[in-house]
C-alpha cells in the first residue's frame, strides 16, 4: 500500500522560509515522478511543482524562481524548499505520486496516491 507523509510545515513571517518533506513508502519511488499541490480555503488545489523519474523539473508560474523541488531516492523523499514566502502562499500542501502520463504534471488527474497534506500559514 503506497503511502506518502508530508511534514515541515509551520507558521512563518513574509519573505521567510520553508522546507516541505514528503516520504514515500509501497512503491518503487525511483521510477515516478512526484508533485506538489496546494489548497486554500474555498480554492481549488492547484500545481505548485513536480519532479520527473529523471529529476526534470516544472513549477507554476507563481511559484517560479522562489520554489525548488528536489528529491532523494535513496531516502524516498521529495523535498520543497520555499523562498520568499508570501502571505498568498498561505494553503494545505500535498504531494502526489504521478502514475498517469497521458496527464500534465499539473493536472490532478496524473496523480493516484497522495498524502494528508501540511499546513502553511505566511503572516503578512
Known amino acids: 500500500q503506497v503511502q506518502l507523509v508530508e511534514s515541515g510545515g509551520g507558521l512563518v513571517h513574509a519573505g521567510g522560509s520553508l522546507r516541505l518533506f514528503c516520504t514515500a513508502s509501497?512503491?518503487?519511488?525511483?521510477?515516478?515522478?512526484m508533485g506538489w499541490f496546494r489548497q486554500a480555503p474555498g480554492n481549488e488545489r492547484e500545481f505548485v511543482a513536480a519532479?520527473?523519474?529523471?529529476?526534470?523539473?516544472f513549477y507554476s508560474n507563481s511559484v517560479k524562481g522562489r520554489f525548488t523541488i528536489f528529491r532523494d531516492n535513496a531516502k524516498n523523499t521529495v523535498y520543497l524548499q520555499m523562498n520568499s514566502l508570501k502571505p498568498e502562499d498561505t494553503a494545505v500542501y500535498y504531494c502526489?505520486?504521478?502514475?498517469?502520463?497521458?496527464?500534465?504534471?499539473?493536472?490532478?488527474?496524473?496523480?493516484?496516491?497522495w498524502g494528508q497534506g501540511t499546513q502553511v500559514t505566511v503572516s503578512s
Open positions: 519532479i520527473s523519474r529523471s529529476s526534470s523539473t
Open positions: 502526489a505520486v504521478f502514475t498517469d502520463y497521458s496527464f500534465s504534471y499539473s493536472n490532478t488527474k496524473g496523480y493516484a496516491y
Open positions: 509501497g512503491r518503487t519511488f525511483s521510477s515516478d515522478g
